[in-house]
C-alpha cells in the first residue's frame, strides 16, 4: 500500500472502529445506535440551515487545525493554539470596534492582519526562541502562554478598557465595516469559510511546494541531519511556530468579526484544543485537515439533535471523539485488528 493511500486509510478506519465500538457502548446502554447515528447525521446535513451551521463551527477547526498541523509538521507539539485564538480575536475585536470611517476592504483585512501578527508573536516570540535557542520544551511554554492569554482577556472585559459598561462581561460591538457577511441568511456561515479554504490551500503550497516547508518537515523529522545538511534549525522553529500562531490568531479573528461579532468573557468553545485532534486525525496534511474538522464540526452540530431525537447523551460524542484520537494515535493497534482480520479470513477460506 502506497504511503499517501496508507495516510488516507488509516484515519478512515480509526473514524469506522471508533464509530463500530461506540454502536456497542449505546447498545449496552439501552440506546439505538442506528437511530442515534441517523439523527447525528440529520442533525448536521439534515437541512441547508444545519449544513451551514456545520460548515460554520468547522471554519475555525480548520484554520486552528492548519497552523497545529505546521508545528506538528516541524516535530513540534504546539498545545498552546487556543491562546493564540485568543489573541487573536482580542487583537481583531479591538480593531473592528475602535476604528471609525473605514470601508470594509480595509478595516476586515485591517482586523485580519493585525490578529495574525498578534498570534505569530504570541507563538513565536517566548516559545520559538525560549525552543529555539534554550531548549525550553514548548508543550510548557505554549501552555503557559495560552493561560496568560485567557487571563489577560478575562481582565480586559471584566476590569479592562474593552469592558462595555454596564452588562455582562463582554466588548463592544465590532462596527458593520468590520462584520464577514453572511452566506447563509439566519445561519452562522459566513465568507469566513472562503478564508478557511484558502488558508488550506496556502499551507499546502507552503509545505510541500516551497523550500521553507521542505526545511520545516526536514527539521521536523531529524534536526541533527537538518544541521548537517546546512539548514538553519533554530530559523525553523521559530518560524514554524510563529506560523502555527499566525493561523490560529486568523482563526479567532475569522470567528468574531464572522460570527460573534464581540469577544465575550465566556467566548471560547475550546476550538484551539480540538485542533490538535483535528491535525492528528488529518495525520498533520492541510488538505486532510478540512475533512478532519468537517468532521468534529459535525459531531459537535449533530450531537445536539441526536440529544433531542434520539435522547442519546451528547457526550457520547466526546466518547467517540476520543475513541478516534485512540487509534489515530495507536497505528500499531489497528495494524493488529487488520492482522487479525486477515487471519481470521483466511482460516473461514481454508475450512
Known amino acids: 500500500m502506497?504511503?499517501?493511500?496508507?495516510?488516507?486509510?488509516?484515519?478512515?478506519?480509526?473514524?469506522?472502529?471508533?464509530?463500530?465500538?461506540?454502536?456497542?457502548?449505546?447498545?449496552?446502554?439501552?440506546?439505538?445506535?442506528?437511530?442515534?447515528?441517523?439523527?447525528?447525521?440529520?442533525?448536521?446535513?439534515?437541512?441547508?440551515?444545519?449544513?451551514?451551521?456545520?460548515?460554520?463551527?468547522?471554519?475555525?477547526?480548520?484554520?486552528?487545525?492548519?497552523?497545529?498541523?505546521?508545528?506538528?509538521?516541524?516535530?513540534?507539539?504546539?498545545?498552546?493554539?487556543?491562546?493564540?485564538?485568543?489573541?487573536?480575536?482580542?487583537?481583531?475585536?479591538?480593531?473592528?470596534?475602535?476604528?471609525?470611517?473605514?470601508?470594509?476592504?480595509?478595516?476586515?483585512?485591517?482586523?485580519?492582519?493585525?490578529?495574525?501578527?498578534?498570534?505569530?508573536?504570541?507563538?513565536?516570540?517566548?516559545p520559538g526562541f525560549a525552543k529555539a535557542y534554550t531548549g525550553a520544551h514548548e508543550v510548557i511554554t505554549t501552555m503557559m502562554m495560552s493561560y496568560v492569554a485567557i487571563y489577560f482577556s478575562h481582565y480586559l472585559l471584566e476590569f479592562g478598557p474593552m469592558m462595555e459598561k454596564g452588562s455582562v462581561p463582554q466588548s463592544p460591538l465590532i462596527r458593520d465595516s468590520a462584520v464577514i457577511p453572511t452566506i447563509v441568511p439566519n445561519t452562522q456561515l459566513s465568507y469566513g469559510i472562503v478564508i478557511a479554504l484558502v488558508a488550506a490551500l496556502f499551507v499546502y503550497w507552503l509545505m510541500y511546494k516551497t523550500v521553507w516547508g521542505y526545511e520545516m518537515r526536514a527539521v521536523g523529522f531529524n534536526q541533527r541531519a537538518s544541521k548537517y545538511a546546512g539548514m538553519n534549525v533554530p530559523f525553523n522553529i521559530v518560524l514554524s511556530l510563529s506560523l502555527s500562531g499566525i493561523f490560529a490568531g486568523l482563526a479567532g479573528a475569522v470567528q468574531i468579526l464572522g460570527v460573534q461579532h464581540r469577544l465575550y468573557d465566556s467566548f471560547t468553545s475550546g476550538y484551539g484544543y480540538t485542533a490538535i485532534v483535528v491535525a492528528l486525525l488529518a495525520k498533520n496534511n492541510p488538505i486532510g485537515v478540512v475533512f478532519s474538522a468537517l468532521l468534529f464540526a459535525a459531531l459537535g452540530t449533530g450531537s445536539q439533535y441526536m440529544q433531542l431525537n434520539a435522547q442519546v447523551p451528547g457526550q457520547l460524542t466526546d466518547v467517540i471523539t476520543g475513541l478516534i484520537i485512540f487509534f489515530v494515535a495507536a497505528d500499531k493497534i489497528i495494524e493488529l485488528f487488520k492482522t487479525m482480520f486477515k487471519k481470521q479470513k483466511k482460516e473461514e477460506l481454508a475450512s
Open 2 to 126: 502506497s504511503k499517501v493511500l496508507k495516510s488516507i486509510y488509516m484515519p478512515i478506519l480509526a473514524v469506522v472502529i471508533a464509530i463500530i465500538i461506540g454502536s456497542i457502548i449505546m447498545l449496552a446502554t439501552g440506546f439505538n445506535p442506528v437511530a442515534a447515528y441517523a439523527s447525528l447525521f440529520i442533525g448536521a446535513f439534515g437541512t441547508l440551515p444545519n449544513i451551514a451551521n456545520t460548515l460554520a463551527n468547522a471554519v475555525p477547526l480548520i484554520i486552528t487545525g492548519l497552523g497545529v498541523a505546521i508545528a506538528f509538521n516541524a516535530g513540534l507539539f504546539n498545545i498552546g493554539a487556543e491562546g493564540q485564538y485568543w489573541i487573536g480575536a482580542i487583537v481583531g475585536t479591538w480593531i473592528g470596534y475602535s476604528f471609525k470611517g473605514l470601508p470594509w476592504y480595509i478595516h476586515i483585512p485591517l482586523a485580519l492582519i493585525a490578529a495574525m501578527i498578534a498570534g505569530g508573536l504570541w507563538g513565536g516570540i517566548i
